[in-house]
């Protein structure tokens, strides 16, 4: 048995970041950030306003594919989700019509970065404890930082908080560095 490449090699030698070149792909999620839990997919965001020719171009690479699936949702904005599995890694790819610096994906990715930036190894180690116990990324933060409310709406809302503002949430919650 070969061992599982890292998510960067696997990156690497599928050339998925190449292909979607025209999309603007990006790397979110958990893997990039340090938070990475068995199971863990490689999450690509991406923005194009012809969602079909993405489809198609991912349905020409990849239909071969472990675990290929490729689907469009019915509702906002009727984003483009691939899934696969190659090199030992699941990917999910998400296309939308709404520029990546503006889709909650990304920005979730951003203000998690930054809060584990400025939080330092006790926020993330809390951050670990609370997915060990199986909650979700945000909820993890919100839960982490105490934040009321769809965590998922206000990790979207803090990533125009500035760094005084968010060293000052974690500062409340004993996260100060």
Not at 7 to 12: F, K, P, T, V
Not at 39 to 67: K, M, N, P
């Amino acid at each position: 048995m070969t061992e599982r490449p890292t998510y960067q090699e696997a990156l690497r030698r599928t050339n998925l970041l190449r292909i979607l070149a025209p999309f603007d792909p990006h790397v979110v999620g958990t893997l990039p950030l340090g938070l990475a839990r068995p199971g863990s997919d490689i999450d690509i965001v991406c923005c194009a306003t012809d969602r079909s020719s993405v489809a198609t171009l991912l349905w020409e690479h990849f239909r071969e594919a472990d675990d290929f699936a490729l689907y469009q949702w019915s509702a906002r904005g009727r984003p483009v989700v691939a899934k696969l599995s190659t090199y030992g890694w699941p990917f999910e790819i998400f296309v939308s019509s709404t520029p990546v610096q503006d889709q909650a994906g990304w920005r979730h990715f951003e203000v998690e970065k930054r809060l584990l930036t400025l939080g330092g190894p006790a926020f993330h180690t809390a951050i670990c404890a609370l997915q060990a116990g199986g909650v979700k990324t945000e909820p993890a933060f919100a839960r982490a930082l105490k934040l009321e409310g769809d965590p998922y709406a206000v990790l979207y809302d803090l990533f125009s908080t500035s760094d005084n503002q968010l060293n000052a949430v974690l500062r409340a919650q004993g996260f100060a560095v």
